[in-house]
């Protein structure tokens, strides 16, 4: 409960010191959603020309492309800038900090720096969500709808996960720039239905660097699709235990990390 | 001119020290090549498919994708984000006080990185092309023709990012970059060939810059251009390098006069 209240403090400081610059933010976000849209722009142009894409229609492929950009944009939104300034915290030795305080270290870097510019990718996907359930006919229970929330913050979670270990990494690298984007061009394989990839990189992308998890194989399940030759069919369901599971890992990695820290002594 | 051989060498020799910057740039590159490969390969399950210029085949796609990609490594350089940084931290004052032209200093410091991304990321998606996936080769005067479009390309690409840059003397902030870099993804031909473009777009993309880079040259080297489409299109290159010329020194003379240096 304290810990609640006191990241909604947090939060509410980074909100008031965001609107200082309301203009500047305002204006990021929109190029941010320019910026996306030509991502679903470019395969609408695709699957206007093609149709389908080993059996995935426009919208279907726009609500997998969508999982991903919400989920990203949650963990964007509150992890990414802390993580990624985490070699500038080492080396100014501002990680001293976040040891005196009488809080989890993971949980004081992270609260209250938001990303407000990730908000971006939330308006963006909120909106195609709507777009699609108005074009899918899909059934939709209450029973799918907590399911497509639950895979949502788990796939925030595996996101999270990354982020984490990315950030983690800058206790023993100087520099984090290429683990950053050495992790994170994984993603590029989550924007169309990963059974377009051989099996061996479907495998990869399954149980090595679980990121397929993120959104296929949620969007599978949502959009009832049959006929993709999954590796187990329970893998359906996975998304939020994987989330769990990887962000409990990055968490002890993370502890390993601060752990071995010692400071510049600046 | 020699000094600015000399800019090109240290900018050559600064790669070296991104040396791990670089390989993992590679790795990246190649996987979102293998990333665009398996996308077309699944959208071409017949082999080939009928475009607005004729019939396009599988391994036409993969070489299209392949030359993209290698175009990428020369084009994506940090001209704007040295730019940004220069004006920012005020060393811009230090650039303007030594007997050189900011803009060919700029354009030396570029040309430095693109041989390094010569020899360390298109090299390696070359070898990957010729060896696992099978490229189409030109004719020699194709080739020619391409390698000639290439260099102005590099111009225009070039013209384009010293444009944004120096919008930093205004703005302070680097990210006006994300509106032309979203036109360039979508208009260059850069991912999405323009003959499977909805008519409208391609009326669109007539009238910018951002495809005389990619799709333009790619064309060339495929062989799909007309003798008399591919002269208009030099044509169309060199009309571009003169009317963004202009604009480069227009806005250059208007940043001197707003120039502010933080901090002294």
């Not at chain 2, 006006?176 to 008519?199: C, D, E, H, K």
Request: with cysteine; hydrophobic share 55%.
């Amino acid at each position: 409960m304290r810990t609640f209240k006191l990241s909604l403090r947090f939060f509410a400081a980074a909100v008031k010191s965001m609107l200082e610059y309301r203009l500047t933010t305002l204006i990021d976000i929109f190029t941010y959603i320019l910026n996306f849209g030509v991502g679903y722009i470019s395969t609408w142009v695709l699957l206007s020309k093609f149709q389908s894409i080993h059996g995935w229609t426009l919208y279907e492929v726009f609500f997998l492309f969508n999982i991903n950009m919400v989920a990203s944009g949650i963990s964007g939104l509150f992890i990414s800038s802390p993580m990624r300034g985490m070699e500038q915290m080492l080396q100014n030795g501002d990680f001293d900090m976040v040891l005196i305080r009488p809080m989890d270290s993971l949980f004081y870097t992270i609260i209250g720096r938001p990303n407000f510019t990730s908000t971006s990718a939330l308006i963006l996907g909120t909106g195609v969500f709507i777009l699609c359930f108005t074009h899918l006919a899909i059934h939709i229970t209450i029973l799918k709808i907590v399911f497509l929330l639950a895979a949502i913050l788990g796939a925030a979670l595996i996101q999270t996960a990354i982020l984490v270990v990315i950030g983690t990494m800058s206790f023993w690298l100087v520099k984090n720039t290429a683990t950053y984007s050495l992790l994170n061009c994984f993603n590029n394989f989550l924007d169309y239905p990963i059974t377009i990839y051989a099996r061996s990189i479907q495998a990869f992308l399954t149980f090595v660097i679980p990121v397929a998890f993120v959104n296929f194989y949620p969007a599978h399940y949502f959009l009832n699709k049959t006929g993709d030759n999954l590796f187990f069919p329970a893998l359906q369901y996975g998304t939020p235990i994987v989330g769990l599971v990887m962000f409990f890992m990055a968490y002890q990695f993370w502890k390993i990390g601060v752990n071995k820290y010692e400071s510049t002594g600046s | 001119m020699k000094k600015y051989l000399k800019f090109i060498q240290i900018s050559f020799y600064n790669g070296l020290a991104y040396r791990v910057e670089y390989f993992v740039g590679t790795f990246r590159n190649l996987v979102i090549l293998l990333v665009q490969l398996c996308v077309w390969r699944a959208l071409l399950t017949a082999g080939s498919v009928t475009t607005s210029t004729g019939v396009v085949t599988l391994r036409e796609m993969n070489t299209y994708v392949l030359i993209s990609s290698m175009i990428g490594t020369l084009l994506t350089v940090n001209v704007v984000w040295n730019m940004t940084d220069r004006i920012r931290n005020g060393q811009i004052a230090m650039d303007l006080l030594k007997p050189m032209n900011f803009q060919a200093y700029t354009f030396a410091n570029m040309l430095g990185q693109n041989m390094f991304a010569f020899l360390f990321q298109l090299l390696p998606i070359l070898a990957v092309g010729i060896i696992f996936v099978g490229m189409n080769f030109p004719s020699i005067p194709n080739l020619l023709l391409f390698q000639f479009t290439m260099i102005n390309a590099i111009v225009i690409s070039f013209q384009i990012n010293y444009i944004i840059g120096l919008v930093v003397f205004w703005y302070l902030r680097g990210w006006q970059a994300n509106i032309v870099w979203m036109l360039n993804r979508l208009f260059s031909g850069a991912y999405i060939p323009l003959w499977f473009f909805p008519t409208f777009l391609v009326t669109i993309s007539n009238f910018l810059p951002f495809r005389l880079y990619y799709f333009v040259p790619i064309s060339i080297y495929l062989g799909t251009l007309t003798p008399r489409d591919c002269l208009y299109a030099i044509l169309q290159q060199f009309a571009w390098m003169i009317i963004l010329y202009g604009l480069t020194m227009l806005e250059w003379r208007a940043a001197m006069k707003k120039l502010v240096i933080q901090g002294g």
